[in-house]
């Protein structure tokens, strides 16, 4: 016995001195710690300043413990599922992080607080396969709902994550719409707002999937659409992105013309690649620029307030962002595509209903 503890003392010894050997080869990455954007200082005193990155399972899962650390060296670390070409994001109730991920044809669901992490599919199922999730909304109750572009369905997921049904699934096995890209779900009624985007229309749907109408068709008048692709909805205003007519167009939640924001030319505020939409608490417009790397920040009558980030690599970069999404903190969550994260933002504003604020 006395034997058999020695052994067991100079085994974890011998990869104590291995870590140390190796200068804990993790905490040292740690330590060199990457340069995070300065505070962009704005008017009235609001700011935005960076908050974090995300990449992987191993961004949530917490500091291993030392012995967690040896297991490591001996067994060799685990392997962490990763971001492949993220697309769409929303933050639940509990601070759950959801993100498409039509690279994977996955759902990713990160939970900071518990720090777990859960990937859900059904790219293998034979019937209601998804294939390439889109974009993302929420309703009351945390249910998921996600566009598969290819597949022309909405599938819907409980909050664990289990597979609840799917809207505009035929009898054949194909899909009703065309190209479903954008998804909102009106707080108030409970309809759901969908961008098809090759048929140019938004289709207004029931709590049970049943279109109740549509509205839009392909032109450059207003009210039409060339390429809509995703959309919000709060307050009754219906914001859709009408990505080749270069605007965001605004409509009540009937389907009516109320107004437009963006125009295409050499302006800072100009639309080159407009993609995903958002809402701070102030009511101004978040508006990702795919072509530029940045993201935009419009006022209610279209006034550019200010924008952020640029191409590149680096915190604070983005390389052909996507989905954009802020929570009831104003934490400002952007789908950093091709560089393979979501990069978050903490705006710090008036909180009193700032200027352009919805009615």
């Known amino acids: 016995m006395h034997t058999m503890r020695l052994r067991k003392a100079a085994w974890v010894l011998s990869c104590a001195v291995v870590l140390a050997g190796n200068g804990f080869a ?15 200082l704005l008017e009235g005193g609001r700011k935005l300043t960076f908050d974090r990155a995300l990449a992987s399972e191993r961004d949530i899962r917490g500091k291993p413990g030392f012995f967690k650390k040896i297991v ?5 670390e685990a392997e962490y599922k990763a971001m492949v070409r993220p697309y769409g994001v929303a933050v639940d109730s509990h601070g759950r992080i959801i993100v498409t991920d039509p690279g ?27 294939l390439q999730p889109q974009c993302i909304a929420l309703d009351a109750g945390d249910n998921i709902y996600v566009t598969d572009s290819k597949a022309g ?19 054949r096995g194909e899909g009703f719409f065309k190209r479903p890209t954008g998804i909102a779900i009106d707080p108030e009624t409970q309809r759901v707002y969908v961008t098809d985007t090759l048929r140019d229309r938004v289709y207004i ?33 219906v914001a859709v992105v009408d990505a080749m007519n270069f605007r965001i167009q605004l409509f009540d939640r009937n389907g009516a013309f109320q107004s437009a924001i963006g125009n295409i030319g050499d302006a800072e ?14 009511s101004h417009i978040y508006l990702v620029e795919g072509l530029s790397g940045t993201v935009q920040v419009f006022d209610r009558e279209g006034e550019l307030l200010y924008f952020f980030g640029q ?25 950093d595509s091709y560089n393979r994260r979501v990069q978050v933002f903490q705006y710090h504003g008036l909180k009193t209903g700032g200027q352009g604020a919805m009615p």
């Open 26 to 40: 993790a905490s040292k990455k740690e330590q060199r710690a990457v340069a995070a954007p300065p505070d962009l």
């Open 72 to 76: 490591d060296v001996v067994a060799g």
């Open 104 to 130: 994977i044809g996955g759902i990713h669901i990160f939970d900071p607080e518990q720090h777990k992490y859960k990937l859900i599919g059904r790219r293998e199922k034979s019937k209601d396969a998804m």
């Open 153 to 171: 369905k909405i599938f819907i997921f409980e909050p664990s994550g289990k597979y609840k049904g799917v809207f505009g699934s035929l009898k």
């Open 205 to 237: 749907l029931d709590s049970h999937g049943q279109v109740l109408k549509w509205f839009g068709q392909h032109g450059e008048a207003n009210g039409e659409f060339n390429l809509p692709t995703e959309l919000l909805i709060k307050n009754g205003i």
């Open 269 to 282: 505020d100009a639309l080159f690649r407009p993609k995903g939409i958002s809402l701070d608490s102030e």
């Open 311 to 335: 191409r590149g690599t680096a915190l604070g970069q983005f390389q052909l962002p996507a989905g954009v999404f802020i929570d009831r903190n104003d934490r400002v969550y952007v789908v």
